[in-house]
């Protein structure tokens, strides 16, 4: 099977504070963190610059939750890749639910978003999943094939090179209400085998992180399935001690 090196990725949404990025980005310097996984923080782009530079040298990352498609212009209160870039960000998250319900981002933008991540040079996270209700309508595999479809066909196979994947069902982000091991894994599977038609070279290797509240409690069933290659944790991201032992699970995984 190809090593696919985890990746437990912390989203902290709009939580934060100068004083919070100061204490839990010390504490994570100063963690020994496991050999093999890979730890990566999305906290708010104001604290962006903040974080890296508390974070050091410790081999933690930092990216932003969203950007603006354009890579400047007359787009009042937005951010664009290349400052996510210019702030210490390497990485940038696209396609949460949150911002598909609540900004109502549409699959083509979503797509717009994650090529202006590869203009500027960084990873792009794309994030899909389906509501309950589309999975209680059957319809799940159809929207998920459909968001991961509408980027391939935006910025071609060979900018998943450096893509990272995370299958995020709807109704179990923020909820307490987590995909069963089995359910997550069939439907990372089922990612696995769009990105094969995509980019066959490239499926095998590539991460698809698992996200709805995964918590220390249910991250080591999750992460223990086959095409689960980490984790996208939201709440229990906020916990430092929690978000720890979340990493120490990913590193279980390669060491194990
Ligand atoms: C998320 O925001 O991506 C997420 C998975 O949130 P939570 O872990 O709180 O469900």
Redesign the pocket.
């Given at each position: 099977m190809p090593s696919r090196r985890p990746l437990i990725a912390g989203?902290w949404?709009m939580n934060g504070s100068e004083s919070f990025v100061r204490a839990f980005c010390g504490a994570i310097a100063r963690a020994q963190i496991p050999a093999g996984v890979s730890v990566l923080l999305l906290p708010p782009a104001g604290y962006l610059a903040q974080a890296v530079q508390v974070l050091g040298d410790c081999g933690v990352e930092c990216g932003a939750q969203n950007v603006h498609a354009a890579p400047s212009g007359a787009y009042t209160g937005e951010l664009a890749a290349e400052m996510v870039k210019d702030l210490g960000g390497r990485w940038l998250m696209v396609g949460?639910s949150?911002r598909r319900e609540y900004c109502a981002e549409s699959d083509e933008l979503v797509a717009e978003k994650f090529q202006a991540a590869l203009r500027a040079g960084l990873h792009p996270i794309l994030?899909v999943g389906e509501t309950l209700a589309q999975r209680q309508d059957g319809n799940a595999e159809r929207v998920v094939g459909a968001q991961v479809h509408a980027v391939a066909d935006l910025v071609g196979a060979s900018a998943f090179a450096s893509a990272t994947l995370?299958y995020?069902p709807v109704w179990?982000?923020?909820?307490g209400q987590t995909a069963t091991p089995d359910e997550a894994q069939a439907m990372h599977a089922f990612v696995r085998a769009q990105l094969a038609q995509i980019a066959p070279d490239q499926a095998p290797v590539m991460r698809i992180l698992y996200?709805?509240?995964?918590?220390a409690d249910n991250a080591r069933g999750l992460l223990a399935q086959p095409d689960i290659d980490g984790g996208?944790?939201?709440?229990?991201?906020l916990e430092v001690a929690q978000f720890l032992e979340i990493v120490r699970m990913g590193a279980d995984l390669v060491s194990g």
């Open positions: 989203n949404k949460h949150e994030c995370a995020e179990a982000i923020g909820t996200g709805g509240s995964m918590n996208l944790v939201g709440g229990a991201s």
